[in-house]
């Protein structure tokens, strides 16, 4: 099922700056990697600052860079003056995170007027001798919705 | 359907502990407030630091709050030389979070001997002249996996 | 967080000839046995023709009477003119469901204008000399919205 | 990430043998069309007698072959003599389900010893003068867990 053709020729300036407006993306030092038409690579350091009892990140903070990813993935693709919600998003933990840094790919699997669903990969990489090798962490479902007309959700 | 009684009479010193070893709960500067069987909350504040594109709180930084909530209330019913996994959450986010702090209550719902299903509540609490007010603004439900004879996986 | 007053007076009508239109109700013999404002309740019997391969009820069969328990739940707080659809659901299989029925409880926990999250909880009821005795087999949570203006979804 | 050769080199019989044993794909008229290392497709007819109140096909019968479909190709890839239990499952519903058949496609995303995490697409396909369309209609991920040792859910 082809994405539609964003609305927003300038999705691109739009979402990065949003991005760049969140707190939270600078307590967990994420970066914004890639943002192309329904799709949104971000990527953070592994520190102990984000950890578990265990020493694996955490799967909030894992949550959170992952659900950014998912939802400027759908926001490439609403209208210039819209904002974003997430309604929900499920998370499955496949192997406890740990490595060099975490990446993070938000795809948009469905894009509605309404209701965008989007889906997540989490990857924990190791770099070793310059080789990186990455592994499959988590998976995330996100329904993101589009909010017109209200000025205190926009960008 | 009442709950087991907690295998390890030791457990809250034990949940403590192991909350305390958190790097991101001093990242976002949660606090377990209380500790009992099957039960747990915690708090933390609301600052620009935790914050999505739009001001609130960023679902992820919620989330993260509201599994260790979950996954503390879980691990109350577990053995005392087990460790926990979360094998996936969901989380419904109802109400955009602003105000002065996040409580995030966790309650199993059902104690198994290998899984174990918690759900939790986040509230917004909003304090003006000495009266707080709470606001539900996002649910989750958990599935917490008990591990037992892996040490990198304990406490 | 009380729910809202219905804004359709005659919902209990509207929401039972709803429910008897629905060729699944029947294929299940499911039966609406309560519906109130922000509450229904549905009944199926257990049978070998609705079980998977252990013996057990299907999770899908209990999730279509569960899920219509949760959406009646929130089509009872809905226009009287407006359709419902259920955007998303997530089920937790707790324990094999068995015995003579299955009891399907749906609960409004949040009623908004366009996004409504109702909440289920499955038993499995067998009666023994007269006793019933109830179990928690599952349980749901379940995002519906509410659709206005579109005549395919109406009712 | 590449799956694992199948344990059971049995796994096709097994499965169509455990497949034929549930009351509720009789129910649905649901046939296993293809199985595979990590892989099944589940068909079934849409008639009147599974659908909702709006005359589409009722999230729920949807997502009972959906799990069949998921719990099958999870199943594949687990020992010849462990049995299967559903965990969880969440399914976004994308479109309403209507045409003349549902295609039902599940596929293994991380076998681990004790969890699998499966992924699933349903298509409704409709054919009009002998040219088949199809068109994404939900989406599920579900979490199965292998079962040893336990008769009751064996196969």
Redesign the interface.
Known sequence: ?PLPTPQDPNFAARCRE??N????M???HASMIEIAAGYCVVEMPI????????GFV????L??????ACGFASATLMPADS?I????????????AAGDRLRLIGKV??A?R??T?A?GDAFALTTVAGVTKE??VA?M?A?N?TILGRP????
């Open positions: 099922m949003s991005f407006r969140q707190g939270a600078q307590l967990i520190t102990p600052s984000v950890s578990q009892q265990h955490h799967a909030g903070i949550t959170t860079a992952l659900d950014t904002g919600l997430t309604i929900e998003f499920k998370v499955n933990l496949l192997a406890p699997r469905k509605g309404t209701i669903l889906e592994k499959l998976t479902t329904t919705m205190a959700v926009k960008g």
